[in-house]
T-cell receptor, first 113, second 115 residues
Framework: DAKTTQPPSMDCAEGRAANLPCNHSTISGNEYVYWYRQIHSQGPQYIIHGLKNNETNEMASLIITEDRKSSTLILPHATLRDTAVYYCIVPNAGGTSYGKLTFGQGTILTVHP | NAGVMQNPRHLVRRRGQEARLRCSPMKGHSHVYWYRQLPEEGLKFMVYLQKENIIDESGMPKERFSAEFPKEGPSILRIQQVVRGDSAAYFC?????????????FGEGSWLTVV
């Protein structure tokens, strides 16, 4: 997997947007950026993924820079339940590596009232 | 996370006993993955299985650990002669037959404590 770098922790006020950055300067042209999160004592949860275009779903938006060397996950209106560890992952493309994800340390997002 | 069922949620074993963790994938999913999370550490890939086949077991410890995903029934992660260092959360994930990416769906995990 391409190496990713995330800040170890971030804070956000409830109701505000949470912007979580990720650097992946060694990403290859056909590698996607995936985001997962893990709420304490629960299994990881898929959030969103993208290749080069910005993506949005019911959970979040993903903004990928034009050179694809970094991205930002945006939770538009953070709630207390969004407090979790957020993982930015760039898996190897293709072959038998599907589902074989490398979880780094992630960013601990704390949403406070 | 809804849909991937793991049991038991919590399991206590004495050193030397066997632990069996079960995982039923989401309906329609035929790919199963097992991950382990040691205390205060990140999630680590262990094994990737399809029905009756082990596709990638590069993350499995070489001894005492085995996994299967039979034609019928759940996937089983088996740990023989458990030691204290096996105490961890074990997560199962699944993805559909036509999966061509890395969107996988995790269960709630099985917490193994070895005493």
């Amino acid at each position: 997997d391409a190496k990713t770098t995330q800040p170890p922790s971030m804070d956000c006020a409830e109701g505000r947007a949470a912007n979580l950055p990720c650097n992946h300067s060694t990403i290859s042209g056909n590698e996607y950026v995936y985001w997962y999160r893990q709420i304490h004592s629960q299994g990881p949860q898929y959030i969103i993924h993208g290749l080069k275009n910005n993506e949005t779903n019911e959970m979040a938006s993903l903004i990928i820079t034009e050179d694809r060397k970094s991205s930002t996950l945006i939770l538009p209106h953070a709630t207390l339940r969004d407090t979790a560890v957020y993982y930015c992952i760039v898996p190897n493309a293709g072959g038998t590596s599907y589902g074989k994800l490398t979880f780094g340390q992630g960013t601990i997002l704390t949403v406070h009232p | 996370n809804a849909g991937v069922m793991q049991n038991p949620r919590h399991l206590v074993r004495r050193r030397g006993q066997e632990a069996r963790l079960r995982c039923s994938p989401m309906k329609g999913h035929s790919h199963v993955y097992w991950y382990r999370q040691l205390p205060e550490e990140g999630l680590k890939f262990m094994v990737y299985l399809q029905k009756e086949n082990i596709i990638d077991e590069s993350g499995m410890p070489k001894e005492r650990f085995s996994a299967e995903f039979p034609k019928e029934g759940p996937s089983i992660l088996r740990i023989q002669q458990v030691v204290r260092g096996d105490s961890a959360a074990y997560f199962c994930a699944s993805s559909p037959l036509d999966n061509s990416g890395n969107t996988i769906y995790f269960g709630e995990g099985s917490w193994l404590t070895v005493v």
